[in-house]
């Protein structure tokens, strides 16, 4: 037999061998066999050094040729193992993650998101657009421009976090972004904004440093207090989900006039007796009024043509009542046995 039909017949056994071979080492153990130093092909070849020059050319040649596809078998054989490994590994360590883990809790949104996002559903439901309010104001956002000057004893009741000499505040109230509101808005405006604000209070069971608040400021042409007792009746009614009905008491407040108390009745009692509305029947909820002139004039509304309404909700206390928490720190503390009942 001649050296290439040696060669042939090798390749030919090397192709049906390497369909047996299912693993990588077996492999690489075949390949040594083969075309290592001592393997059968490395010294079928050796028999080309002993051809004649023209054998050389023609049959060392093909020789070659079949070398080259005897490699090539056992590169698609190591391409198919590997892909037949991802395969089975694909099969076999397939996981199906929508089965439930038999302890898993599920996970909450914190109480007061909660109601800050059902606040924002009723107003966006009525109209309203949504502003975040700033954590960080001017001094003269949170109290010039909302009507409160340097010496206006307003100042006082609000006991602020001053960052030092940069006429930066942390924002005491969200009634801090009516100013901006009035500036970057068209007329007519109804938006509402939910904001963190800080004060240096001592913390006892309603007061805290840190809270939240929900600003609603609307300006139009002949807007009344009427569309302030609307707006405010249909959240309440909608986030206590009964008929809630609405009083309203005058209140002071320097960036509105007339400024109103706005008390909700109790969601809990029908008017009966309960330690919330303390036999009253009325709960004392939403601070607000009718714009100020001077607020309006600041940014250039001519209260002469356009009014308007302001409220500033306290969203812990909206949280509290819905609740039923007894305790304003809760909100602030990582207290998992609180936080888990919601
Ligand atoms: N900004 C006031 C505060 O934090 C609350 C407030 C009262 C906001 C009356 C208003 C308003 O918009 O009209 O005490």
Same mark, same amino acid.
């Given at each position: 037999?001649?050296?290439?039909?040696?060669?042939?017949?090798?390749?030919?056994?090397?192709?049906?061998?390497?369909?047996?071979?299912?693993?990588?080492?077996?492999?690489?153990?075949?390949?040594?066999?083969?075309?290592?130093?001592?393997?059968?092909?490395?010294?079928?070849?050796?028999?080309?050094?002993?051809?004649?020059?023209?054998?050389?050319? $023609? @049959?060392?040649? !093909?020789?070659? %040729?079949?070398?080259?596809? =005897? #490699?090539?078998?056992?590169?698609? /054989?190591? +391409? &198919?193992?590997?892909?037949?490994?991802?395969?089975?590994?694909?099969?076999?360590?397939?996981?199906?993650?929508?089965?439930?883990?038999?302890?898993?809790?599920?996970?909450?949104?914190?109480?007061?998101?909660?109601?800050?996002?059902?606040?924002?559903?009723?107003?966006?439901?009525?109209?309203?657009?949504?502003?975040?309010?700033?954590?960080?104001?001017?001094?003269?956002?949170?109290?010039?421009?909302?009507?409160?000057?340097?010496?206006?004893?307003?100042?006082?009741?609000?006991?602020?976090?001053?960052?030092?000499?940069?006429?930066?505040?942390?924002?005491?109230?969200?009634?801090?972004?009516?100013? $901006? @509101?009035?500036? !970057?808005?068209? %007329?007519?405006?109804?938006? =509402? #904004?939910?904001?963190?604000?800080? /004060?240096? +209070? &001592?913390?006892?069971?309603?007061?805290?440093?840190?809270?939240?608040?929900?600003?609603?400021?609307?300006?139009?042409?002949?807007?009344?207090?009427?569309?302030?007792?609307?707006?405010?009746?249909?959240?309440?009614?909608?986030?206590?989900?009964?008929?809630?009905?609405?009083?309203?008491?005058?209140?002071?407040?320097?960036?509105?006039?007339?400024?109103?108390?706005?008390?909700?009745?109790?969601?809990?009692?029908?008017?009966?007796?309960?330690?919330?509305?303390?036999?009253?029947?009325?709960?004392?909820?939403?601070?607000?009024?009718?714009?100020?002139?001077?607020?309006?004039?600041?940014?250039?509304?001519?209260?002469?043509?356009?009014?308007?309404?302001?409220?500033?909700?306290?969203?812990?206390?909206?949280?509290?009542?819905?609740? &039923?928490?007894?305790?304003?720190?809760?909100?602030?503390?990582?207290?998992?046995?609180?936080?888990?009942?919601?």
């Amino acid at each position: 037999m001649s050296l290439l039909d040696d060669a042939r017949d090798l390749a030919d056994t090397v192709s049906r061998h390497l369909q047996s071979i299912t693993t990588d080492e077996t492999l690489t153990e075949y390949r040594g066999d083969i075309l290592w130093k001592n393997g059968d092909l490395t010294k079928l070849m050796k028999g080309i050094k002993d051809l004649s020059d023209s054998e050389k050319r $023609t @049959i060392g040649k !093909d020789v070659n %040729i079949v070398k080259d596809r =005897i #490699i090539e078998a056992f590169e698609t /054989r190591r +391409e &198919a193992i590997a892909i037949a490994s991802i395969e089975r590994s694909i099969r076999e360590e397939y996981e199906d993650m929508s089965i439930p883990y038999p302890h898993m809790r599920g996970t909450h949104v914190h109480p007061l998101t909660r109601v800050r996002r059902e606040v924002e559903d009723v107003f966006v439901r009525m109209g309203f657009s949504v502003r975040e309010s700033d954590e960080i104001t001017t001094e003269y956002a949170n109290f010039d421009a909302v009507n409160i000057p340097a010496t206006h004893p307003a100042r006082d009741m609000q006991d602020t976090f001053w960052l030092s000499d940069t006429g930066y505040v942390l924002a005491t109230q969200t009634s801090c972004m009516q100013n $901006t @509101i009035l500036r !970057d808005t068209p %007329i007519p405006i109804r938006t =509402i #904004i939910p904001g963190r604000v800080f /004060r240096n +209070e &001592a913390v006892d069971a309603t007061h805290e440093n840190t809270f939240y608040q929900v600003e609603g400021i609307v300006v139009d042409r002949g807007i009344h207090l009427g569309h302030l007792k609307y707006c405010l009746q249909t959240m309440l009614s909608e986030i206590f989900q009964k008929h809630i009905d609405i009083r309203m008491r005058p209140g002071f407040f320097p960036f509105v006039e007339p400024g109103v108390e706005l008390d909700s009745s109790c969601p809990f009692c029908d008017g009966k007796w309960c330690r919330i509305c303390k036999h009253s029947w009325w709960i004392e909820l939403v601070p607000a009024g009718m714009i100020h002139p001077n607020v309006l004039r600041e940014w250039g509304v001519d209260p002469e043509i356009y009014s308007g309404f302001a409220f500033g909700l306290g969203l812990n206390r909206l949280a509290m009542l819905k609740y &039923a928490i007894d305790h304003i720190r809760l909100f602030m503390e990582p207290d998992i046995r609180f936080l888990s009942q919601f």
